[in-house]
């Protein structure tokens, strides 16, 4: 084992002995976790990731309640700087729960409505319910 070679230079001290064993047990745990998590586990994840913040489920809230909301209209309902209620729609975005389409000036964000459904399923598996 290429390991096992490391550790039989002897100019190499004990305490890098230590160090080098961790990092490759470290590794081996890894590569071992990265195979056990499936894309489902994955999936589900990233929504809860982006679901994660009380701004984002409140917009997540306003935008499944209506059929389209503009980012102009987000801001109003929000105490939040529009830079930081941008961050909060980019995050929701790239975890694919909302969509945004421009309209100029504006980016009219909905609710992706397939995504949410798996969400939700993704949800309810994980909850037992």
């Keep these: 084992m290429a390991g096992e070679n490391i550790f039989r230079i002897s100019f190499i ?3 890098t002995k230590n160090i080098l064993l961790s990092l490759f047990v470290n590794l081996r745990i890894n590569t071992v976790v ?3 998590i499936t894309d489902k586990q994955k999936r589900t994840a990233r929504y809860a990731k982006a679901m994660g ?3 984002r489920m409140h917009v997540l809230e306003l935008l499944s309640n209506q059929s389209c909301c503009y980012s102009g209209d987000l801001s109003d309902e929000l105490p939040i700087a529009k830079s930081t209620l941008s961050q909060h729609l980019k995050e929701l975005k790239e975890a694919g729960l909302i969509q ?11 609710i992706n409505k397939e995504n949410w ?5 993704l949800f309810k598996q994980f909850l037992g319910i």
């Design 13 to 15: 001290g004990e305490a």
């Design 53 to 55: 913040h009380p701004v």
């Design 34 to 36: 990265k195979k056990a």
């Design 100 to 110: 945004g389409e421009i309209e100029a000036p504006r980016i009219k964000y909905c």
């Design 117 to 121: 459904k798996e969400a939700q399923i």
